[in-house]
């Protein structure tokens, strides 16, 4: 309440704890919402009172990784977007790790929600967007068929470039899943255990999980 410029507010817990596939080496992702950020000194001092109780339970052996914070509004704009199938992602990270806003906001665990805002955001995602799913197809699919007739990837195999390969080769799968996913209705998770999920996907192709395996895992 107190980071919240006009009192109204939510948090809620994200990340493999929210989605029920935490392990031992997982974190707590935390999310803090509200309509615009108390004034600049509090907000400060909210900060350095909030790396202190991180820091204890660091000490005592829970990894907590930060109390993500964004306005609803900015929240709202995106859900709009991605639900009219016109949503963008963002940058990813490391290739293909990056933050789905979908997928946050769908699996949170809400902790406080006074104004039912985060819990009117899990309700509009309760059925998978149909202009979303055709969105996403269409978009990934179109760069896996450019792929597939495109000379300087042939030439490229042809020359053994392994370094361009195993790079493209995570781009592609990524659009893959992206696709898998669309098509089996489920938010596409971004940060991990991608293939865990598609265990009990419905449309797929065969021995889907195997398949990407040996792709990116040759060795196996």
Known sequence: RQCSGTGRYAIALGGSHAKGISDAHSDYDFRVYYDERTNPEKWTELRKE??????????????????????????????????????????????????????????????????GIATGWKKRLEIYPEAMKKSIIEKHGSKLIYWQSDYHYKSKVRRRDIVFLSSITNHLVHDILQIIYALNGFYYPGDGMNLKYTVDFEVKPDDFEGRISQILYPGI
């Open 50 to 115: 909030l790396d202190v109780i991180i820091e204890k339970w660091k000490n005592a052996g829970v990894e907590i990784d930060g109390a993500w914070s964004r306005r609803f509004s900015d929240i709202e704009s995106e859900l709009d977007e991605w639900i009219s199938g016109n949503g963008k992602q963002g940058q990813k990270k490391w290739s293909i790790w990056g933050y789905e806003l979908l997928t946050d906001i769908y699996n949170q665990t809400i902790v406080e929600d006074p104004f």
